[in-house]
């Protein structure tokens, strides 16, 4: 076949309506095309080569060679985006987790490992920013080989939302989880999960402000340190470093505990040790516009099953 100077890849297409109207041509004849393609995340239209097409069984089929998709496109589908309101387009006003979505903002998250792999979470009706996909199997492929998935310890699970993390955790191996969060409706999501799952006598839920649990612990059941504390709080209703001062007085946290948090990109990096060296960081991994940090609260020398990479945080606080 000569290859248009513009080609970038080849490909066999089975067209059910889009080339149907295209007439039969011998082999050699060349017929451009334009093939409407949907994509999931944005709509271009693609060039094609029809290098021929023939019908069998009701159906055309087309061999086609795609050009390139035109530059013009893209960037009228990204300024759309921006218009309403993605990131870099600040077109739309900002809207505070918690507060009630549009339907569509509803997700369906499913666990990602664990006895209860792929089961069903529901989200509360609420607006949400759940931990990705791929940034959980990263942060529980890290803690994998730390003890925290056994059935004699206990995580806590603030800034809750739909309790998909703390669910992980139980998924995992995990004995007790304690789910703090502020909004009733996601902890009435999250004990109908719990219930769904099979693993509401595990859970202890409580409709209340992180703060307000770390200052008392011990008055919501929790007598002992935790193994695990994973924080994921909506990045701009929250001030990081009273949250970390809050943290690191709290009877919650002992030597070893392994403190998760979770923040954005474009606050700047925290630093590789906190709370007055209360806190010292184990790992940083970003994900786009998401950072999860890993420290240690007071380790005592022991192996924590996890390779401290300090080269992966700042010197000090941003």
Known sequence: WPKPCSEKACMLMLSFSACSQVQSAPWA????????????TQGTTRQATCRGNFSFGGFTVCIAAITAVPRGLRQASRARRFAKGHKGGG????????????????????????????????????????????????????????????QSARCLDMFSGSGILGLECVSRGTGRVTFVDFSAKCAQAIAANCQDLGV?????????????????????????????????????????????????ASPALGE????????????????????????????????????????????????????PKPEEFSVAWN
């Open 29 to 40: 004849q060349s017929i451009t095309i334009a093939v409407e393609m949907e994509r999931k």
């Open 91 to 150: 077109g739309a006003a900002k809207r505070s987790q918690g507060k009630a979505p549009k339907e569509a903002d509803v997700l369906t998250i499913r666990l990602s490992g664990g006895v209860m792999r792929g089961q069903k979470i529901n989200s509360p009706d609420v607006l949400l920013r759940p931990m990705m996909h791929r940034v959980r199997e990263t942060l529980f492929s890290i803690l994998s080989c730390t003890g925290v998935f056994e």
């Open 200 to 248: 509401f006598e595990q859970a202890d839920i409580l409709r209340m402000t992180a703060e307000q649990f770390l200052a008392a612990p011990e008055k919501h059941g929790a007598d002992k340190p935790f193994d695990l504390v994973i924080l994921t709080p909506p990045y701009e209703e929250i001030s990081y470093p009273d949250l970390v001062a809050s943290l690191v």
């Open 256 to 307: 070893d505990t392994l403190v998760v948090m979770e923040y954005g990109a474009t606050m700047g990096e925290l630093a590789l040790n906190l709370g007055g060296g209360c806190l010292q960081g184990l790992r940083s991994r970003k994900f786009g516009r998401t950072v999860l940090a890993i420290y240690v609260c007071r380790p005592s020398g022991k192996d924590l099953g996890i390779k």
